[in-house]
Each structure stands twice: as structure tokens, then as C-alpha cells.
């Protein structure tokens, strides 16, 4: 049987040895006219599992939520923690690696061992983790977690293995850096403070060492309180009771005097040697009212006290301004000397740290720049200029500079677009920034010897277009373009789309970008495609513009046809139901009717453009009958054609950009004309008439939205007609999924199933139209929403002048292809399996001067004309994916080679045909979060990985796969995630990374002089190990932390051979042994007790027994 029904199939079976295996025996396609002959697919195979990893490479952009700022003085590098456990450790550009705690716990505080190539995280579920930064991809050596007490701040002071931990409950425990464990030395908080004080002094907020002694250490609480505590001694020192509650302390390096921030802005500075009251106290932004009264100021959350030996101290501070002037915003102060400086912020600020170049706190800091971590941005402040500029940031900080709506990834570009790009760009670069080298220059990074131009595009929610140099695991900006200069500014209130344009009207939706002819599409929120040509000369131009009438005018209901065999035939739960009419094509606003405009409005007059890319067509679809246009859900653009064709929920249209002439413009349900698969029955229109493109809105949860979204909205809002950009941060896709499963159901006799079928996707190429054609014609695949795929033949003029002149010609739609679920992607392979690239224009710039000697002529790439080809067309092979199944064709003859049903229970939601380890495979990531390969052409299944469990809406809409297998989406509303798929990258990703850690010397300390260091005090003879150590302060309660050993492994040990990192490791494995032991003992020695006590028992009850007992009684 299964035999019978591959030669009903016209499928054909192969050797297992060499060519394509058997096919999937799926469902039934149609029984072909003729049987492909084994020559015809004789396709040497060369991809299998083996050749097919996943794995993560790297994360370009701005931490998400940041949390926590470090920064590690010898080393040069800075860390970042934020709320969702992640950690980002930045160096010199291309050193930039991303960490993430499995908990997903926020983190608190980031405390590197400086010079020492580790870091400690302290985590919001009280945990505390040990990261060994000495290999490529840190990983954690050990973790300690608290279970009585809540952590709040730690400190590790230079060159220390005993790391202070403050808790909420007020006490300060001391933690061995090397084995992880606590100390059984405890500072109590009813120890520090005085007996006679009645109410807790609050959790600690500041532990420090005095820079004069290390023996004493400063300990702040919330309310107040400061008390100096002499380790040696165990006894306070004093003990400073104040009325506002403190926020942050900083020491002068001599360690006589040091400075609080209080919650009241107030800044006081104590003296050790009168430690009473503050020998000064200071409200650097509040002014004295009219009654003598101060003016209530905000905290001031941090600061902090650097000496200098060439000028004066530098006081840094955020927070700290009056309550009454509402709308400012967040500030950093810089106050030097008599000169206050206050830099406005544009978003608020997380957490600053003043850069030094010495990691001893007893030295004169001499501080060069300010770390300045915001919301949504990191800037360095230089501080050695008067004007204190900013530093140029060289991290690719700002992708989210508006909300990015849409990604394109391009690793197979021309060498030379990069540099053009670049060129182009620089020129529009900002001014201004401090001429020092970026101050976080650690690490080390270099261009690995396989690296290949790479490009990712970013559309934004602003109508910007970002053109980013991918290269090398790196990212640079390379050209902005704004398309919202092709359009007046809309006026608020103004005619009848005034509702429709309120909030970001300029979106961008998605992108069509050819790199070898440069032409490049936009497709906008407002129903409209802007074409762009590239140009290396500025232009004056008029922007042509066409308005397209494409919209519903009828509802009709859709059955299955009686004599198809297929038996699923589904629509997207995110449709209206209606189906499409023929709409009329309109060049122009008809007279009389009020509502034929379009949505914006187009500039009409002659305008200057830089070098660049420059608008040359914009297309515009228009409101009929008060009703909105729905959104574009598809386009391709061919530059050898010079045709561009776009789809939406009603129809599709194709233009000649060329003659900017509409060719087509008719609804799906007129594609089919004989070929209808479908029995329509017509019904009365409907008074609810709104819809919703699918493509667009993929049905998420509404009440799940962005924090951030208030600063930048990203919905438009419109009669039937909302856009929701990947920035609103949706739980998951389950809605969705929910809906599907239930509005597909395969019942063939559901008669009231209605739908309205969309154009879902597009490709030009050149192919046979029907089954009888000889030789390959130009031909527009069509991809609906209910699975069906027409080809539309064309006939293009193949002279340059008469192409210029003579009107296109669009054959009667002629093949016609079923497959389950919505259509997502086509490719088309020759017969021995290697992808078939598109015919495209080579580049010429439209503005260069004209050359008498050399006209120019369009030059042709893969286009063959019909006209010079002799003999028969060889044939190729399609691939077709849907959201269920990938299906592969053999043309003419329509045979289907092969299918596989990709999913059952989810559905498909990017896919498509990449080039992997010098082959060709299908990747396609579903919506449950599955990302896998097909090979080519047999669709057997190479990889399934289940690599996101949860996909929101962001994920949905920005994940891409290109090329060289890699693929990338939108992580966060902030940062770019790029992936690979290949297990030779997953090889080499070690050597393509940077190094965190180089191996420097640490610098020496000052030489301090006789003076200073006889009367100093004996800081220098202080051991912490003799106090702290299990021989003085014995061991913790065990219940009050628990070590739980890290997953570093072999790798880490070995890269940490030396130091105190190598240490670590070695000691964590001895002390797991030592401590199995210990246990072991010590259960051993409880059951010892525990008879001996029992056999003890016995003997006295014997004795009592016995007692008065006459030896002849026995």
C-alpha cells in the first residue's frame, strides 16, 4: 500500500547510500501528470543532525531594567546586573558577554575581586554567587544562600578573602571568599548599638573598611545609625545617632572624615575625633524660603568623595532636588571646589560610580570619570574638563532609542555595502564628545579569521530605520534613516484620519532590502511602502505617489470545495470573518466621495536629500467609506522585474515602479478566476465591517502590557484597525495557539465556517506558470491564508527602452497548490539541489553624471528572457512552508516530491530557506517556542530544539533566520539576542568571543612614609583569617546559610590555574570532600553517644535493682 501510494504521488525512492532518501508519506497532493524521473532529483544530500547545534553567540544593546552597577579599577571592566538575573560584562569593543542566574532572581549588588578575574552577585532571593571570569563564558564556582536573614549590601575590601554581608535584620556576617562558607564571627545589631537604645536601628544600607585601619569597620543603618566597629576588639569605637535616615557614606582616603546622604537632600560630614554632630551639614539644592525655612528636597540615593591632589575634592551625588519644581528631571551633580554642576538625565538614574585609577582606598583617588547607569542608557561623564563632556559610547547602547518594531538579519552581503554604508553615515555623526579613550578598555578581543559581512536592519516604532554592521559576533551603527521626512507633519485634529494618526503613524512594519541592487522597501503602520534608491550624491527630487483603492466590499462565506480531498483547510482565529470583493484601482482621490484619502500625507513639492538612500515612490493604500485601509501583511520587491507586489486581508496588488503604473489590483477571491478551490455563497454584507490583519496583530492579550509603554506608545489607534509593535511586552503566544487549535478543526462538514483569506506571502522568481510551459517565465508566487498558493505568469518587455515604455503584461493566474495552515515562505532549488537566486539589477547610482561615451544601461543578474534560451527549461524545485506542513514541488509538472507535517499542536512562525555548512536546509521557529531544520529537498527532520519555552509577541515578531546558521531576535525591548544553529560555529564561538580577564600586575601601594605610617596606626598587621577563621570564631549555624557548589566545571578550573580563582576551585572540590567526611564523623560520634548513654542507663537501673540485694540473692 505504502508503495502504491507513492506512485499515486509521484514520489521516487533512492538508494539510502547517496541520493535523497524516501519521502514522508504525508498527505495526498494530486495525482501529477508525469512521474519525475530519478535523474531529474538525483540530489546528493549532504547535511545530517550532526551538522545542527543551538546555541546563544551574543547580546548586543542595553541591559534590560538594570539593576547594578561594578567596575573593576585594575582590569578596566565594568559589569551590569538587572532585574531579571542577568548580568552584562562590558570591556574594550567586541569584549561584551552576557551571564544569567538560573532563578532569575534580580540582582542587587555587583562586588568584583578586583584584579582577580572573578565577580560576586548578591541576588534578590538572598543568594550570593561566586562567577569565575577567567574563561570566555563565566560560570558560577559557588553560591551561599541565606535562609533566616535577607541580604541587603555587601562589601570586599582590596585584596581581602573575607567578604562583609549586611542583612535587613541589621546584622553583619563575614563570608570566606575562597570556600563560600560563613564565619562564625557575627557582628549583632543589638551588639553595635547601645544597650539603653530602645527601637532597631534598621537594615544595613553601607559597610566600609577605614582607610586608615582595616581592623575598624563602618557600619550604616537605614534610620541613622553609624556605628565605627573594631573588629580586634569586638566593641564599637562610636556610634552616631542622626535624625534622617541615610542612603549612602563615602570616606576620604585619609580615613579622618567622611560624608552621609540622607533622605531629607542633605549631605553631612562627620570628623572621627568629634563624632557628636556633623561638622557640617549641606542642602545643595535646597534654597532658603521667604520665612526663613529650607525648601524640602528629594534623597539624595548616593554619594560620593574623591580627593585630588591638583584641585579640589570632587563631590558626586545623585538626587538631592526640591520637591516643588515638578517635571524635572533625574540629575547627577558634580560639585568641585565653589563650582556646582548639575547634568540633567534623560531618563532616571539606577545606580553611578566615580571612576580611579588606584584600587586602595588609603590613596589620593584622583578620579577621571563618572559611570553613570540610567533606565535606559549608560553615559561616562569625563571629569577631568571643566565642561565635563560626555564619552562616545562605542557599545551599540541606543537600538532602542525608539521602540523597535521589526529586524532583518543579512550575513551574505556584497563587501562592499558595509563601507558605502559607513561613509554615508559618519557624516551625520554627533559632535562634541571628550576626546579621551574610553575609559572601560579591558579585556581583549580580536577579528576572528572567518568572519564575513554581516548586516541587521531595526525598524522603529518612530518611522527610523537602523542599518547595523553585524560583523564578527559585533555591532556597530553604520546609517539611520528617518522615512518619516517623506510625509508633512500630520496635524492633530485635521480631516477625517485625525483619529488614526494620533500615536506613531510613521511605524515601521516590516522591511524589504536587496543588498546587490540596493533597492529598499518600507512598509509603514498607515497602509503605506516608500521605495528608496541608493545614491552616493544628494539630489533634489520630487517623490512620486500612488494611491491604491484595495478594500472589501462584500462578505461571502467559504466551504470546502465537494471534490477536494484535502481534508483541513483552516483560517486564522484573527480574521474577521469576511472574504474580499474586486476593488477598483485608483490612481487618484475619486471626486465626491469624502472618505478616498489616504492616511498621510505626502510632500508634493521638490525636496533637498542627502547622499543615502532617497525616496523615489511612495505607495499609499486608501480609507474607503469611512473604513481605515488594513495593513500591508506581505511584499517582495524584484529590481530585474521592477516590479513591486504587496497583499493585505483583501487582495493584492502588483506596481511597475519602474513606469510608476499600477498593474494589478484585485481581491484573492478574483486570483483564483476557474481555478477556485472553494465554493463561495454570497451573503449580505454586514453592518460590523471591522477587521483585523493576522499578520500584524498576532490576537495578543491586551491587559499584558510594557511599563515602559506610557513614554513611547506603540499602538495606533483607528476605527477596526490596531497594530501592536513587538515593544508590548506579551506573556505568551497561548491566546493564539488556544484560538488556533480550536478554529482549525479538521471538520470538512463545518458549511458555516467563514473567513477572510489574506495574501500571506510573496516571491517573485522566475518559474513555469502552468504545467504545459516549456521555459521558465517570470512568474509572482501567492501565498493565502488558507493554505493555497497561485502563480501568476508575467510577461516583461526584455528591451531596456521598450521595458521603459511598453506596459507589463499579467497572465490569468494559472497553477494553484493547496497546503495546511496559512502560507509562510517559498524557495526555489535547482534540480541538484542549490538555491535558485532571485534575478536582481546590479547597483548603478541614479544621480551620477552621465557619461556621453558609456550610456547606462540596466545590467541583469540571473535573468534569463525566454527569448534566448533555445532549447527546454531544466525545471527546479519549490519549496512551499506553511504554518503546519513544508510541502516540495517539482515544475512544471507540479509534482509533490515531498511533505512533512512540521506541527501539530502549534504553528509556524517564521521560516525559511538558509544555507548551512555549504548545503541548504528549512528553519522554522514555531510559536511553542521550538526552533528546527529540515534537510532539502527530502524535509527530513535534522533538528527540533525546544529552545524558548515561553514566546511573547516581541519574540514572535522579530525572530529571523539567515544564512550561515544563524538567526536573532528581540530578547528584551532593549537588546538583540543572536543565535546559531550550527554546530561548526557552536566549535569555534570560544575563539570568536573576548577575553574578560588578561593578566596584569597589580599596582603597588604608595610608599605612605615614616611618619604616616607610625602614626597611622597598624593597619598593615591586621589578619582577617586569625579572626574570621574557623580556629577563632569557630563555625556559623548551619542553618543559617547553605553553600551550594557551582557548575564552573573542568574548563574554569583549568583556565583559573593561578591566583585566587584557581584556588577556589581546587578548594571547593577538597572542602565538598572534607565536609562529606566531617558529616560522615559526625553521625558516626551521635550514634556512639547515644549508646553510650543508653548502655549507661541500664547500668544504673541494674545497679538500683541489685542495690540492697544479699550476695546470696543473686
Not at 494530486?30 to 553567540?57: H, M, R, W, Y
Not at 488556533?740 to 489574506?758: G, L, M, P, Q
Not at 506558470?769 to 521555459?775: E, N, Y
Not at 549508646?1091 to 542495690?1107: D, I, P, Q, V, Y
Amino acid at each position: 500500500m505504502k508503495k502504491f501510494r507513492k506512485v499515486l504521488d509521484g514520489l521516487t525512492t533512492s538508494s539510502p547510500g547517496g541520493t535523497i532518501g524516501s519521502p514522508s508519506s504525508g498527505s495526498a497532493a494530486g495525482t501529477p501528470t508525469s512521474a519525475p524521473t530519478p535523474k531529474e532529483i538525483d540530489v546528493q544530500e549532504t547535511l545530517v543532525s550532526e551538522n545542527f547545534q543551538l546555541c546563544k553567540t551574543v547580546r548586543h544593546g542595553f541591559p534590560y531594567q538594570p539593576t547594578a552597577l561594578a567596575f573593576d579599577p585594575v582590569q578596566k571592566i565594568l559589569a551590569i546586573g538587572t532585574r531579571t538575573g542577568g548580568v552584562r560584562i562590558l570591556g574594550r569593543p567586541g569584549v561584551d558577554c552576557y551571564c544569567q542566574h538560573e532563578t532569575g532572581a534580580a540582582v542587587l549588588q555587583l562586588v568584583f575581586l578586583i584584579n582577580e578575574g572573578a565577580l560576586v552577585t548578591a541576588c534578590a532571593d538572598d543568594t550570593l554567587h561566586l562567577w569565575n571570569l577567567r574563561q570566555r563564558r563565566p560560570a558560577i564556582l559557588h553560591s551561599l544562600k541565606f535562609n533566616r536573614e535577607r541580604v541587603t549590601f555587601c562589601h570586599l575590601p582590596f585584596q581581602s578573602k573575607w567578604l562583609y554581608v549586611g542583612t535587613e535584620r541589621g546584622n553583619t556576617h563575614m563570608v570566606n571568599i575562597e570556600s563560600f562558607v560563613l564565619s562564625g564571627y557575627v557582628i549583632m545589631w543589638n551588639k553595635a548599638i547601645e544597650l539603653a537604645t530602645k527601637t532597631h536601628p534598621g537594615p544595613v544600607v553601607h559597610l566600609s573598611d577605614s582607610p586608615k585601619d582595616e581592623g575598624k569597620l563602618l557600619i550604616g543603618f537605614e534610620s541613622g545609625t553609624v556605628v565605627q566597629w573594631d573588629l580586634r576588639c569586638k566593641k564599637a569605637d562610636f556610634r552616631i545617632y542622626y535624625d534622617e535616615a541615610i542612603h549612602s557614606v563615602s570616606w576620604h582616603h585619609e580615613g579622618k572624615q567622611f560624608m552621609c546622604s540622607h533622605s531629607d537632600g542633605s549631605l553631612t560630614m562627620w570628623n572621627l575625633r568629634n563624632t557628636t554632630k556633623p561638622f557640617q551639614v549641606t542642602f545643595p539644592h535646597g534654597k532658603i524660603q521667604r520665612d526663613g525655612r529650607k525648601e524640602s528636597c528629594k534623597p539624595i540615593l548616593k554619594v560620593e568623595y574623591k580627593t585630588s591632589k591638583s584641585s579640589e575634592p570632587f563631590i558626586v551625588f545623585s538626587g538631592g532636588l526640591s520637591y516643588d519644581k515638578a517635571g524635572r528631571r533625574p540629575t547627577l551633580t558634580i560639585m568641585h571646589g565653589k563650582a556646582i554642576t548639575v547634568l540633567e538625565m534623560d531618563y532616571p538614574i539606577v545606580e553611578f560610580m566615580v571612576l580611579c585609577d588606584t584600587p586602595y582606598n588609603n590613596e589620593v583617588q584622583e578620579p577621571s570619570a563618572v559611570v553613570v547607569l540610567l533606565e535606559k542608557d549608560l553615559i561616562v561623564v569625563d571629569l577631568t574638563q571643566s565642561n565635563f563632556p560626555v564619552f562616545e559610547n562605542p557599545y551599540p547602547m541606543d537600538v532602542h532609542e525608539s521602540p523597535v518594531t521589526c529586524t532583518a538579519y543579512f550575513a551574505d552581503c556584497p563587501p562592499d555595502i558595509i563601507p558605502i554604508l559607513y561613509s554615508i553615515g559618519a557624516k551625520h555623526k554627533k559632535t562634541g564628545y571628550s576626546q579621551k579613550e574610553w575609559p572601560i578598555s579591558g579585556g581583549l578581543w580580536t577579528l576572528g579569521s572567518n568572519t564575513y559581512p554581516e548586516i541587521i536592519l531595526t525598524g522603529h516604532a518612530d518611522g527610523s530605520i537602523k542599518f547595523w554592521d553585524a560583523s564578527a559576533i559585533t555591532l556597530q551603527m553604520l546609517y539611520k534613516l528617518k522615512t518619516s521626512k517623506v510625509f508633512e507633519k500630520p496635524k492633530p485634529g485635521e480631516g477625517r484620519a485625525a483619529d488614526l494618526v494620533e500615536e506613531d503613524p510613521f511605524a515601521v512594519q516590516m522591511v524589504s532590502w536587496c543588498p546587490q541592487s540596493r533597492i529598499f522597501c518600507v512598509v509603514g503602520i498607515s497602509a503605506h511602502i516608500i521605495l528608496y534608491r541608493f545614491s552616493k550624491y544628494e539630489a533634489n527630487t520630487q517623490i512620486v505617489c500612488l494611491d491604491i483603492r484595495l478594500q472589501c466590499e462584500s462578505d461571502d462565506v467559504i466551504t470546502p470545495s465537494e471534490n477536494e480531498n484535502n481534508p483541513c483547510f483552516p483560517e486564522p482565529g484573527s480574521h474577521s470573518p469576511q472574504a474580499p470583493h474586486p476593488a477598483s484601482p485608483s490612481s487618484g482621490t475619486p471626486e465626491g466621495v469624502k472618505d478616498s484619502i489616504p492616511c498621510l500625507k505626502v510632500k508634493d513639492r521638490v525636496v533637498r536629500v542627502p547622499p543615502g538612500y532617497q525616496a523615489e515612490l511612495v505607495i499609499q493604500l486608501l480609507w474607503v467609506d469611512g473604513e481605515p485601509p488594513q495593513q500591508i501583511s506581505t511584499l517582495d520587491i524584484n529590481s530585474a522585474y521592477g516590479l513591486l507586489a504587496f497583499g493585505n486581508c483583501n487582495g493584492l496588488a502588483i506596481v511597475d515602479y519602474l513606469q510608476k503604473t499600477i498593474l494589478l489590483c484585485m481581491s484573492t477571491l478574483d486570483l483564483y478566476g476557474a481555478s477556485d478551490p472553494y465554493q463561495r455563497l454570497t451573503r449580505s454584507p454586514r453592518r460590523n465591517r471591522q477587521s483585523t490583519s493576522g499578520l500584524t496583530e498576532l490576537s495578543d492579550n491586551q491587559q499584558s502590557i510594557d511599563m515602559e509603554r506610557s513614554k513611547s506608545p506603540t499602538s495606533v489607534k483607528g476605527p477596526g484597525r490596531k497594530l501592536s509593535l513587538p515593544t508590548d511586552l506579551k506573556t505568551d503566544l497561548e491566546v493564539r495557539e488556544n484560538s488556533f487549535s480550536r478554529s482549525r478543526s479538521s471538520s470538512v462538514s463545518s458549511i458555516d465556517r467563514d473567513t477572510k483569506e489574506a495574501i500571506t506571502t510573496l516571491q517573485f522568481g522566475e518559474s513555469y506558470g502552468r504545467k504545459s510551459d516549456a521555459l521558465p517565465t517570470p512568474c509572482l508566487w501567492v501565498g493565502t491564508s488558507l493554505g493555497v498558493v497561485v502563480l501568476i505568469p508575467m510577461s516583461l518587455p526584455t528591451d531596456q527602452e521598450e521595458r521603459m515604455e511598453e506596459a507589463v503584461t499579467i497572465g490569468p493566474c494559472g497553477t494553484v497548490l493547496m497546503l495546511k495552515g496559512s502560507v509562510l515562505r517559498f524557495g526555489f532549488l535547482d534540480c541538484m539541489g542549490a538555491v535558485i537566486q532571485s534575478p536582481y539589477e546590479a547597483w548603478r547610482d541614479p544621480n551620477a553624471p552621465e557619461d556621453p561615451d558609456r550610456p547606462r544601461r540596466r545590467k541583469l543578474v540571473n535573468f534569463s528572457p525566454s527569448s534566448s534560451q533555445d532549447a527546454c527549461g531544466d525545471g527546479h524545485l519549490a519549496v512551499v512552508c506553511s504554518e503546519r506542513q513544508a510541502k516540495v514541488f517539482l515544475m512544471p509538472s507540479q509534482s509533490c516530491l515531498f511533505v512533512h507535517n512540521i506541527t501539530e499542536s502549534s504553528f509556524v512562525l517564521r521560516a525559511d530557506v538558509v544555507s548551512a555548512c555549504n548545503s541548504v536546509c528549512l528553519a522554522c521557529f514555531c510559536a511553542n517556542g521550538h526552533v528546527m531544520t529540515l534537510s532539502l529537498p527530502s524535509l527530513r527532520p535534522l533538528m527540533d530544539v525546544n529552545y524558548l519555552p515561553l514566546t511573547d509577541m516581541r519574540i514572535a515578531r522579530t525572530f529571523c533566520f539567515t544564512n550561515g546558521g544563524q538567526a536573532l531576535y528581540l530578547s528584551s525591548p532593549t537588546e538583540i539576542q543572536r543565535i546559531t544553529y550550527s554546530q561548526e560555529i557552536c566549535d569555534n564561538l570560544q575563539e570568536m568571543l573576548g577575553e574578560l580577564f588578561t593578566p596584569i600586575e597589580t599596582p603597588e601601594a604608595q610608599n605612605r612614609g615614616f611618619l604616616k605610617g607610625f602614626f597611622g596606626g597598624n593597619a598593615n598587621t591586621f589578619d582577617r583569617e586569625e579572626l574570621f577563621g574557623e580556629a577563632a570564631s569557630g563555625k556559623a549555624s548551619r542553618s543559617l546559610a547553605q553553600h551550594i557548589p557551582g557548575q564552573g566545571g573542568m574548563e574554569g578550573m583549568k583556565a583559573a590555574a593561578g591566583g585566587v580563582v584557581g584556588d577556589l576551585a581546587r578548594a571547593r572540590i577538597a572542602l565538598d570532600e572534607r565536609g562529606q567526611r566531617l558529616g560522615e564523623l559526625e553521625d558516626r560520634t551521635a550514634l556512639m553517644m547515644s549508646s553510650a548513654e543508653g548502655f549507661s542507663k541500664h547500668a544504673h537501673e541494674l545497679m538500683l535493682k541489685c542495690k540492697d540485694k544479699k550476695w546470696y540473692q543473686f
